[in-house]
């Protein structure tokens, strides 16, 4: 039976969260319209095991898969390739979702074609400390509109997007493997794809925030820098073959903000030569692949007049920086 919603678990070492991330999906009341990938990356703890005590309560519905360590993406790789549901959701092994609001998105789903389907989010340490990320002053409420006809579009998260599953299968998307941060990529290359997006105003996604080991926590995001950049500069690269495309405009302002995402990543170390060596030299390198998305960031809040102020000083003026961040820049949520 196909199914209205696949939902792809991204579970690595995730032993100690996994079940509350199921109970949250099997307590729907329509779980049968479910299919829930559990996809173990390689994992060395019972986090399959778990799963496979699930599927055989729930056998119409979980899916436990045991694969080869190949990094987040391919975890969503592998469920999108096996999906049978219209519609395709990531979720991570430590997160959970709002039960009932789960039930009224399945509600919702069978009975529209809406090929981007936006709901709000929430997120914190616990649920007692969450915080609400909506978008109800940008996007209208159970109302579907033209992406390229919207003013002033969010730039979403995975929390937050729940793409028509045949959108994902025509955008080709395919995520590489051994990255961390290729969720960007997921929510990028399908838009040229997009003609459609609708919101709901109810929050389904809970985003655990604060464990040991996240990927976007300061020190892996230091590790990791470079994975940030390279996923950057592949973007800014996709989206100039869509300059003349309906939906540039929201390309181009979520690539740009991630471009500023990019640059701050860099500032999380210490500000030394080597530091501002590498953020002017790509700064320059985005500069040479889109001229525009250089010189739009600028005009993004109090980082883009930092950007700005670097490159006026030939970016010597970022040793400002070091009075007040003596460790580098803080992290953001």
């Known amino acids: 039976m196909n199914k209205v919603l696949t939902i792809s678990i991204a579970a690595y070492n ?40 699930y599927q055989k309560r729930y056998p119409n519905s979980v899916i436990p898969v045991h694969k080869e360590n190949g990094g987040y993406g391919t975890t969503v790789n592998y469920s999108l390739e096996h ?19 789960l039930d009224q998105l399945v509600e919702q789903l069978k009975k529209i074609e809406t090929d981007l389907v936006v709901t709000p989010f929430l997120k914190g340490p616990s649920m007692a400390e969450m915080e609400l990320q909506d978008y109800s002053s940008q996007l209208p409420i159970a109302k579907e509109q033209q992406l390229s006809e919207l003013m002033n579009p969010p730039i979403l998260g995975m929390w937050a997007m729940c793409y028509k599953t045949s959108v994902l299968r025509e955008s080709g998307l395919k995520l590489p493997e ?77 690539v740009s903000s991630y471009y500023l995402s990019a640059l701050k990543t860099i500032l999380l170390s210490p500000i ?23 010189q739009v ?10 950007v700005r102020m670097a490159r006026q000083t030939n970016y010597l003026g970022l040793w400002l920086l070091s009075i007040i961040y003596k460790n580098g820049i803080k992290n953001w949520a």
């Open 178 to 254: 051994k990255l961390f941060y290729t969720d960007q990529i997921f929510c990028t290359i399908p838009i040229p794809f997009v003609k459609t997006i609708q919101y709901f105003d109810f929050p389904i996604y809970c985003y655990r925030l604060g464990r040991d080991g996240q990927s976007v926590s300061k020190e892996s995001r230091i590790k990791n820098a470079q994975m940030t950049l390279d996923i950057c500069q592949e973007l800014t690269s996709y989206i100039a073959k869509y300059k003349e495309h309906e939906n540039y405009p929201y390309l181009l302002k979520r």
């Open 272 to 294: 030394s030569a080597d530091t501002i060596s590498r953020f002017k030299a790509y700064d320059q390198l985005i500069k040479q692949l889109s001229p525009e998305m250089y």
């Open 83 to 101: 999906a049978t549901g219209r519609y395709f959701k990531l979720l991570d092994g430590d997160d959970w979702v709002k039960t009932e609001s």
């Open 297 to 306: 960031i600028v005009s993004e809040g109090k980082f883009g007049k930092i």
């Open 14 to 53: 995730v032993a100690d969260y996994i079940r509350e991330t199921l109970d949250s999906l099997v307590a729907s009341k329509f779980i049968d319209d479910l299919e829930i990938f559990v996809v173990d990356d390689g994992g060395q703890d019972d986090t399959l095991a778990i799963a496979q005590d």
